[in-house]
């Protein structure tokens, strides 16, 4: 099975991804041979195998439903691109 | 100064025999001296020079710990309040984080100087440090040749004495095989036993700091300091910490070791197998027996990390979008141009295949088939290490399947970079410690020994490495130009 440069433009487009243009042939190839090694699992039966999502099969631990954290909006603010009036400024998005 | 092991150091300063400052300012000399080897991406003089003058006085009062005043440097992965944390992306070049991670919290509760941050790959993602946004770190053993990756700073810094001891951390390998290709010790404890707060997610099922030292023993104060439960991290483990120092000259007299069969197959490097294979007999004059154990899922492993760690990368990645933090494109024409432009800029090429590879791997139609079924493989390969490690106490083998290879030899195919982790990503899928010490040399360069223990048996593997380095002297051997 192997990537082609449509489904590598489809995949960037998903993950919000900008490709060169002049790249994309490059990584469907370069994927497509990453896919190959992937496809080795089909080698294995896994039936009736349960998934492992943790190393040791924790489950999420919760914690008391209580206000833990203090106002940090100015301080976290400092680093962002572009704030006004506490507010995070994006291109506009409806007209 | 740059001789001395952690606990020497520790002596000297409550000695007098030298100040923190003193201290400080001698490695931070050494890291100007050393700068062409890259492995450092911010060195913070100022920062080191104000905590290493606190610690000079905390050493006078008499209360201080084990690591006060004693300089070390953090992989760049670690978020520092105040000073820059890249992960060797130019997404982070602007990036100061507003807090610090736990493990940094640790340090600077040790009392401890930190030198500054050190390069590694972008996200942690590679075997070469040839990923970083920084340039590639050179090997102090072979300065033409790669320091490994992802760690690639850390293990450069102290194989070339510019920091007595340094943090790392592992996904794939990233504290081994770095620790391998350089010839120093590296530890990566168990999934869970180091916080990852603070720590940039690249695959959070698999990532864990650790540390990097010259020796088991120095690895072991590092650990003291790191390890522990941490309220922060949602995956972190509620377990006492045991005294890393006092198990480390216990006896190995009938440790049992486990030899993968499928470590030392026909495809191994004959040298690297005889040294592999002289550890071993090390080991064997200490008391240790030896079997071979099989493990037939192995093989697996590197498919099915892959799958996963790509997965996670591409959902760990997703925050960054140009908006709160980080790299922004210029003048974005709409929302999505925002996110796509500041993204596509930002990333470097390995980055952007894995991002690419997990959001595939997710997508409607492919979950079952990729993201599913390499969750089942990996449960194979935790059932073979249990299997085994109910029969031993330790496994052993290769930490990589060659040396320090030249600076653009792997670049061009990312699979061939990929196998460079054929040793080490297994143990990363099943969560076990594990660790690379140095055992010999082929022309010159570092082999790494991989020690492999199971749960929560970090003490175990420090033991099992400091005895060796009781009867060896490979790990006190200095890169030329480094003395």
Redesign the interface.
């Known amino acids: 099975m192997s990537l082609t440069a449509n489904d590598v433009k489809k995949i960037a487009h998903l993950a919000r991804l900008g490709i060169a243009e002049q790249d994309v042939e490059h990584y469907a190839k370069d994927l497509s041979g990453v896919l190959a090694l992937m496809t080795q699992m089909g080698q294995l039966d896994t039936i009736g195998v349960t998934p492992m999502a943790h190393p040791l099969d924790q489950m999420q631990r919760l914690r008391d439903d209580a206000v833990t954290e203090t106002d940090q909006r100015d301080h976290f603010q400092t680093i962002a691109p572009q704030t006004e009036a506490g507010l995070y400024l994006v291109p506009k998005v409806i007209d | 100064m740059h001789k001395l092991t952690l606990t020497e150091l520790a002596a000297g300063l409550r000695s007098k025999a030298f100040s923190s400052v003193e201290l400080t300012q001698h490695f931070l000399d050494r890291t100007h001296q050393h700068h062409d080897l890259n492995a450092f991406i911010t060195v913070s003089a100022d920062s080191a020079l104000q905590q290493a003058q606190a610690a000079d006085q905390l050493l006078a009062t008499g209360n201080a710990g084990p690591l006060a005043g004693i300089p070390i440097a953090q992989k760049d992965i670690f978020c520092t309040l105040g000073t820059k944390t890249s992960c060797g992306s130019k997404m982070l070049d602007?990036?100061?984080a507003?807090y610090d991670a736990t493990v940094v919290e640790h340090f600077n509760s040790a009392g401890a100087v930190m030198l500054g941050k050190l390069n590694m790959d972008e996200f942690a993602m590679g075997s070469s440090n040839e990923n970083s946004f920084y340039g590639p770190v050179r090997n102090p053993w072979a300065t033409d040749c790669v320091p490994g990756g992802s760690s690639g700073g850390s293990a450069a810094a102290v194989a070339a004495r510019l920091a007595p001891a340094v943090t790392g951390t592992d996904t794939g390998g990233s504290i081994r095989q770095p620790a391998a290709l350089c010839g120093i010790t590296g530890l990566k404890p168990t999934?869970?036993r180091v916080s990852r707060y603070g720590m940039i997610a690249y695959a959070s099922?698999l990532d864990q700091g650790g540390p990097m030292a010259r020796s088991a023993e120095d690895a072991a104060l590092l650990l003291q300091v790191m390890a522990g439960f941490d309220?922060k991290d949602?995956?972190s483990?509620d377990q006492t910490v045991p005294d890393y120092s006092t198990s480390l000259n216990d006896s190995l007299q009938g440790l049992k070791i486990g030899l993968p069969k499928q470590f030392f197959s026909a495809e191994l490097d004959s040298q690297m197998a005889a040294t592999i294979q002289a550890a071993i007999a090390e080991y064997q004059k200490l008391g240790a027996e030896v079997k071979e154990v099989d493990m037939p899922?192995l093989q697996?492993a590197?498919?099915?990390y892959?799958?996963i760690a790509s997965a996670e990368c591409?959902s760990n990645l997703?925050r960054y979008?140009?908006?709160?933090?980080?790299y922004?494109c210029q003048n974005?024409?709409?929302?999505?141009?925002?996110?796509?432009?500041s993204?596509?800029?930002a990333?470097g090429a390995e980055v952007?295949?894995r991002?690419?590879?997990g959001?595939?791997?997710l997508?409607a139609g492919y979950y079952d088939a990729?993201y599913?079924?390499?969750?089942?493989?990996?449960?194979?390969i935790?059932d073979d290490f249990k299997r085994a490690l109910s029969e031993v106490d330790v496994l052993m083998g290769p930490v990589t399947p060659n040396t320090a290879f030249n600076i653009g030899e792997k670049t061009s195919?990312?699979?061939q970079m990929?196998l460079e982790d054929i040793y080490t990503i297994a143990i990363n899928?099943?969560?076990?410690p594990a660790m690379s010490i140095p055992a010999g040399f082929i022309d010159g360069k570092p082999v790494g020994l991989h020690v492999i223990g199971n749960?929560f048996s970090e003490a175990k593997l420090l033991n099992v490495g400091h005895r060796y380095q009781q009867v060896t002297d490979w790990h006190l051997q200095v890169p030329k130009g480094f003395e």
Not at chain 2, 321 to 326: L, S, T, Y
Not at chain 2, 333 to 339: I, K, P, R
Not at chain 2, 372 to 380: D, E, W, Y
Request: proline share 7%.
């Open positions: 602007n990036f100061i507003p999934y869970g099922s309220p949602s995956t483990v899922n697996l590197i498919p099915a892959y799958v591409s997703s979008d140009g908006v709160r933090f980080g922004r974005p024409a709409d929302l999505t141009d925002l996110y796509t432009r993204r596509g800029e990333f952007k295949r991002i690419l590879m959001t595939y791997a997508s990729y599913l079924k390499a969750q089942q493989v990996r449960r194979l935790s195919d990312p699979i990929y899928l099943a969560g076990l749960y």
